[in-house]
């Protein structure tokens, strides 16, 4: 990229070579844009990090799942982490191959599996004795081998909110670490299954690469143990997790990660000779900050003790910060001289928890434009319907042009499968 995806010309907030005024007044506002430019570069970073190593990307489809931007991976090369049917049927219609496809989560069902084994996905990532049960029953019932690795539990702290830590003993997820030798000899003794890997997955928005390798470690302690059981681990999957920067964070740069990563499992390969290879499976750090959310302001309301911005968007738009406290930075599309005071910046919907950012200081009237930034990841594809608004519109610019990558929802769509009662 010549110049940062997201810039301003003039004192206007531009994304590649559009402005985001020309943007909201074409097509509306809350208005989801990506820059295709930020998201190839994140790509790159990557891609370019594991080139020559026995590495592969799969882009976790939950982060982002809108079908231009599936199609972009797919397009550059990209596997994908999927963990519903719904998330399969996306990577196809995107151009995905299934054949790339790892499947991840903790409560597969048995239609999605069989949909998956006729798909021919590349992996399983199973986390429990009744989903290999349920799997083999499953792929016996289709004559075929299902390909499977295990998640297991860690039990290590990636230090992230705890909502999104995924890899300790408390969570939900996973095969606990003190369990996972036997139950790999469970899945090996299972005659449809085909043990393939080992899998796990710490967390989200980790900023720090120690417990990715404290994770790496223990993961390898155990490959020695499966292994001397007779199970040969052909693949090593490390998850997403790799954190981003919405505020202050520094996260280690991808590229860094990558390589410090693949240099720790390839240090021991070398020792008992193999050389396994890596998944990885971002979201967040390919997508998040390659998406910002417009909104307009409806109404400045000064309260007894706190301003607010009153927007468009809400947390039916953009979950997250009611959802996990987060912080997104939040900027006027066009910059004014006005003084600047300090709002907390809130949506339209019935709830006190309906904010987006809380005491910014910004010099905005009614009527302007907002750019929340790094919306890219978990922002549309959290949203809902609440107080039945309709679901913002997504379009992804590409230098000057503008893809619609989704139309804006209608309350006719809404509407559509509801019915009253019968007379
Ligand atoms: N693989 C698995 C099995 C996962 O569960 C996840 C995310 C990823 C990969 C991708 O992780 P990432 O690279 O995006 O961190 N809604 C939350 C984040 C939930 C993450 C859940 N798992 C948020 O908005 O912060």
């Not at 809350?30 to 998201?39: D, G, M, N, T, W």
């Not at 006005?338 to 809130?346: E, H, K, M, S």
């Given at each position: 990229m010549t110049q940062p995806a997201f810039h301003r010309i003039d004192g206007t907030f531009y994304v590649e070579g559009v402005s985001a005024t020309d943007?909201?007044?074409?097509?509306?506002?809350?208005?989801?844009?990506?820059?295709?430019?930020?998201?190839?570069?994140?790509?790159?970073?990557y891609a370019d990090a594991c080139a020559g190593r026995r590495a592969s990307i799969h882009v976790a489809v939950k982060a982002n799942s809108n079908l231009a931007v599936l199609n972009l991976f797919a397009r550059l090369g990209a596997g994908f982490d999927i963990v519903s049917g719904g998330e399969l049927a996306r990577v196809l219609a995107a151009g995905g191959k299934a054949e790339n496809v790892v499947f991840s989560g903790v409560g597969k069902t048995a239609h999605d599996m069989r949909t998956a084994l006729e798909a021919s996905v590349k992996c399983f990532n199973v986390e429990s004795i009744p989903e290999l049960d349920r799997l083999n029953a499953v792929a016996g019932a289709l004559g075929k081998k299902a390909p499977v690795s295990l998640r297991v539990n860690p039990d290590v702290d990636p230090?992230?909110?705890?909502?999104?830590?995924?890899?300790?003993?408390?969570?939900?997820?996973?095969?606990a670490f003190d369990d996972a030798r036997a139950t790999y000899r469970a899945a090996a003794a299972m005659p449809h299954l085909d043990v393939v890997g080992i899998d796990c997955?710490?967390?989200?928005?980790?900023?720090?690469?120690?417990?990715?390798?404290?994770?790496?470690?223990?993961?390898?302690?155990?490959?020695?143990?499966?292994?001397?059981?007779?199970?040969?681990?052909?693949?090593?999957?490390?998850?997403?997790?790799?954190?981003?920067?919405?505020?202050?964070e520094t996260p280690p740069e991808i590229g860094a990660f990558v390589r410090t990563v693949l240099d720790r499992i390839e240090a021991r390969g070398a020792t008992d000779g193999t050389v396994r290879e890596v998944f990885f499976e971002p979201g967040r750090s390919l997508v998040g900050n390659a998406g910002v959310l417009l909104t307009?302001?409806?109404?400045?309301?000064?309260?007894?003790?706190k301003n607010f911005a009153?927007?468009?968007?809400?947390?039916?738009?953009?979950?997250?910060?009611?959802?996990?406290?987060?912080?997104?930075?939040?900027?006027?599309?066009?910059?004014?001289?006005?003084?600047?005071?300090?709002?907390?910046?809130?949506?339209?919907?019935?709830?006190?928890?309906d904010w987006l950012g809380r005491a910014r200081t910004l010099a905005i009237e009614p009527d302007d434009l907002l750019a929340i930034r790094s919306a890219g990841a978990y922002g549309f594809v959290m949203s809902?319907?609440?107080?039945?608004?309709?679901?913002?519109?997504?379009?992804?610019?590409?230098g000057t042009r503008v893809h619609v990558a989704r139309e804006r929802e209608t309350v006719a769509q809404l509407l559509a499968g509801e019915r009253i009662l019968p007379d």
């Open positions: 943007l909201a007044a074409q097509f509306g506002t809350p208005l989801y844009v990506y820059s295709r430019a930020a998201l190839t570069a994140a790509w790159h970073a230090k992230t909110h705890p909502y999104i830590s995924t890899g300790l003993k408390a969570n939900k997820f996973g095969v997955h710490i967390g989200s928005q980790i900023t720090e690469i120690a417990p990715y390798l404290d994770a790496i470690d223990k993961l390898l302690e155990l490959v020695d143990q499966i292994e001397a059981d007779g199970v040969k681990i052909h693949h090593i999957d490390v998850g997403g997790g790799l954190g981003i920067r919405y505020n202050d307009r302001v409806e109404f400045l309301k000064p309260g007894a003790e009153i927007v468009d968007a809400a947390m039916n738009d953009l979950a997250r910060p009611a959802m996990y406290d987060a912080y997104h930075a939040i900027e006027p599309v066009v910059e004014r001289a006005a003084p600047a005071q300090t709002y907390d910046v809130v949506g339209p919907v019935c709830e006190s928890g809902s319907n609440y107080n039945t608004r309709p679901r913002a519109a997504e379009v992804m610019v590409d």
